[in-house]
């Protein structure tokens, strides 16, 4: 156990539609991470927040948002879903550091979302 | 931009058989490096990492690590596998991104099958 939660573990929704996952990461780690993981594409880093703010943006389409609440927890939003959005989305945490300095991230176990 | 190559897709060892999974990895700099396992349903747990020192690295699970600057390699090796190490295994490059950000760029992976 990684110590980091994501909700729901499953979800199953209709093109079109909006979705909402969630992330809480292990206790004191300020950085969040959501990476999408799919099998033609592999893993790809999306969005990262440290301690609230928007700190780097990877391949994050613009119908995805994400935002960090003061409690640390994460929300990654999907929006006007398409079928080529059906992958398992990972949240990851890290102690961060306010000069982005390396350290390891610990991931949750994943929501797989599949688009219908 | 960083990249990280793995060269081979599948590869199935007997138990108690050595195993060697490869990994390249393309950056300007020192790079930070990993190398992650991720077992069917679930998320990524880090085995190991290299952010400087010493070459070798150990991680968990008794796998360990080499770093070769001149080969742009980071191949991860156990001398003996057990069954429960059929997962698929993941490097990966941990760049500065600007911004005082850093992000991991993932391999596409390896698929370790064992043979009792």
């Known amino acids: 156990d990684s110590g980091v939660t994501q909700t729901p573990k499953h979800l199953i929704t209709a093109t079109g539609q909006r979705v909402t996952l969630r992330c809480s990461p292990r206790?004191?780690?300020?950085?969040v991470y959501w990476y999408q993981q799919s099998l033609d594409q592999g893993l790809q880093f999306l969005i990262q927040?440290?301690?609230?703010?928007?700190?780097a943006k990877g391949n994050i389409l613009e119908r995805f948002s994400a935002q960090q609440f003061p409690d640390l927890h994460s929300e990654l939003n999907l929006s006007s879903l398409e079928l080529g959005d059906s992958a398992l989305y990972f949240c990851?945490?890290?102690?961060?550091?306010?000069?982005?300095?390396?350290?390891?991230?610990?991931f949750g176990p994943g929501t797989r979302l599949t688009v219908t | 931009a960083q990249s990280v190559t793995q060269p081979d897709i599948h590869i199935t060892v007997s138990e108690g058989a050595s195993l060697e999974l490869r990994c390249n990895y393309s950056?300007?700099?020192?790079?930070?490096l990993f190398w992650y396992v991720q077992s069917p349903g679930q998320g990524l747990q880090l085995l190991l990492k290299?952010?400087?020192?010493?070459?070798l690295v150990q991680g968990i699970k008794g796998f360990e690590a080499e770093f070769k600057r001149s080969q742009s390699s980071f191949n991860l090796r156990k001398p003996s596998v057990h069954w429960s190490d059929a997962a698929e295994y993941f490097c990966?490059?941990?760049?500065?991104?600007?911004?005082?950000?850093?992000?991991?760029?993932f391999g596409k992976g390896t698929k370790l099958s064992v043979i009792p």
């Open positions: 990851a945490s890290s102690v961060g550091r306010a000069s982005g300095g390396p350290g390891e991230q610990y």
């Open positions: 206790s004191g780690d300020l950085s």
């Open positions: 927040y440290y301690n609230g703010e928007e700190r």
């Open positions: 950056y300007g700099a020192t790079p930070y």
């Open positions: 290299y952010f400087s020192g010493d070459t």
């Open positions: 990966a490059v941990g760049a500065y991104s600007g911004a005082g950000s850093y992000q991991l760029t």
